[in-house]
């Protein structure tokens, strides 16, 4: 007995594909237009209030936002 007849399976396994393939673009521009830069103050602020909250003040703001920047610009490469 089959479910899903081999003409519907092979339309959805494509579609399924593409839906991933949208969904993960539309994550990488969402996180591609966040800035973190080692300069922005601002950015400084808020990530390093963030971060403090979590490891209870262990790190320096500056040094976060410079790892920050760092991952950012490693996974930006590829």
């Known amino acids: 007995m089959t479910i899903l007849s081999e003409t519907l399976t092979q339309i ?3 579609v399924a594909a593409v839906i991933g393939i949208v969904f993960a673009l539309i994550q990488w521009i969402t996180v591609s237009r966040i800035s973190v830069s080692a300069s922005s103050s601002t950015a400084t602020k808020k ?7 979590e490891e209870e003040g262990t790190a320096d703001d500056k040094e976060i936002v410079t790892k920050c920047a760092e991952i950012q610009e490693a996974i930006s490469l590829g």
């Open 12 to 14: 959805l396994i494509p």
């Open 47 to 53: 990530y390093g209030r963030l971060l403090e909250e």
